[in-house]
């Protein structure tokens, strides 16, 4: 059982490129969640979702794109990378949004040079 | 804001001594106070969770206590270890379905 798996681990990415962050969850949930983490911060979350085919902003969404077509995957998109997305991103997910535990993937670390 | 608070940003303790960080939310539908860990370059793991019904739960070294007129929970580590040097987290998942994270406490565990 994988639990939530994030790729790539590490990424540099130039202003103005674009990119995609992957993840997958094996264990059914419903519920998926992006946040990232800049250095010595906290969890700001992205966007999350309670199901496929929705999908919902959280606190800090713009420069971000999600899509949930499966109840597996949920990617982040970035598509005019900048500086100030350099930050460490996690996906979560959890069998429903409430009461239940949030199980993390390893991160992402993402570098706009 | 968020409405999510969490002190102290920084905790220093003797190995051995206790540690209390506490947080306090807004959103009165809540009714699951869970406590994450976070060890360096890893992603947040739960470690204690606490639902509305009860006052406080333990597991061991750690526990947890909950004050839902007041709108706050603490955890409290007891007979603290160099393993628990680490960030913690606390959160408040609220009726719109999002998962709001406090602004997480680094704790050191000084020899």
Same mark, same amino acid.
């Given at each position: 059982?994988?639990?939530?798996?994030?790729?790539?681990?590490?990424? $540099?990415?130039?202003?103005?490129?674009?990119?995609?962050?992957?993840?997958?969850?094996?264990?059914?949930?419903?519920?998926?969640?992006?946040?990232?983490?800049?250095?010595?911060?906290?969890?700001?979350? $992205?966007?999350?979702?309670?199901?496929?085919? $929705?999908?919902?902003?959280?606190?800090?969404?713009?420069?971000?794109?999600?899509?949930?077509?499966?109840?597996?995957?949920?990617?982040?998109?970035?598509?005019?990378?900048?500086?100030?997305?350099?930050?460490?991103?996690?996906?979560?997910?959890?069998?429903?949004?409430?009461?239940?535990?949030?199980?993390?993937?390893?991160?992402?670390?993402?570098?706009?040079? | 804001?968020?409405?999510?608070?969490?002190?102290?940003? +920084?905790?220093?303790?003797?190995?051995? *001594?206790?540690?209390?960080?506490?947080? +306090?939310?807004?959103?009165?539908?809540?009714?699951?106070?869970?406590?994450?860990?976070?060890?360096?370059?890893?992603?947040?793991?739960?470690?204690? *969770?606490?639902?509305?019904?009860?006052? #406080?739960?333990?597991?061991?070294?750690?526990?947890?206590?909950?004050?839902? +007129?007041?709108?706050?929970?603490?955890?409290?580590? +007891? #007979?603290?270890?160099? #393993?628990?040097?680490?960030?913690?987290?606390?959160?408040?998942?609220?009726? *719109?379905?999002?998962?709001?994270?406090?602004?997480?406490?680094?704790?050191?565990?000084?020899?």
């Amino acid at each position: 059982n994988a639990g939530v798996t994030q790729t790539p681990k590490f990424r $540099i990415l130039k202003i103005g490129q674009s990119m995609t962050l992957q993840c997958a969850q094996d264990m059914n949930h419903n519920y998926m969640y992006w946040y990232r983490q800049d250095p010595g911060m906290g969890l700001k979350l $992205i966007y999350y979702s309670v199901g496929a085919g $929705i999908t919902d902003k959280g606190e800090v969404p713009n420069g971000y794109n999600v899509s949930r077509s499966t109840t597996e995957d949920f990617p982040l998109r970035l598509e005019l990378a900048a500086p100030s997305q350099t930050s460490v991103y996690f996906c979560a997910s959890t069998p429903t949004g409430l009461n239940t535990e949030a199980f993390f993937g390893q991160g992402t670390r993402l570098t706009v040079v | 804001g968020e409405n999510v608070e969490q002190h102290p940003s +920084t905790l220093s303790v003797q190995e051995g *001594d206790s540690a209390v960080i506490k947080c +306090t939310y807004s959103d009165s539908a809540s009714n699951y106070f869970p406590w994450y860990k976070q060890e360096l370059g890893k992603g947040p793991q739960l470690i204690i *969770d606490i639902r509305s019904n009860v006052g #406080e739960k333990k597991d061991q070294r750690i526990a947890v206590t909950l004050n839902k +007129t007041a709108k706050h929970f603490s955890l409290h580590i +007891t #007979e603290t270890q160099p #393993e628990d040097s680490a960030v913690y987290f606390c959160a408040a998942p609220r009726r *719109d379905d999002k998962i709001i994270f406090g602004k997480g406490t680094r704790l050191h565990i000084l020899p």
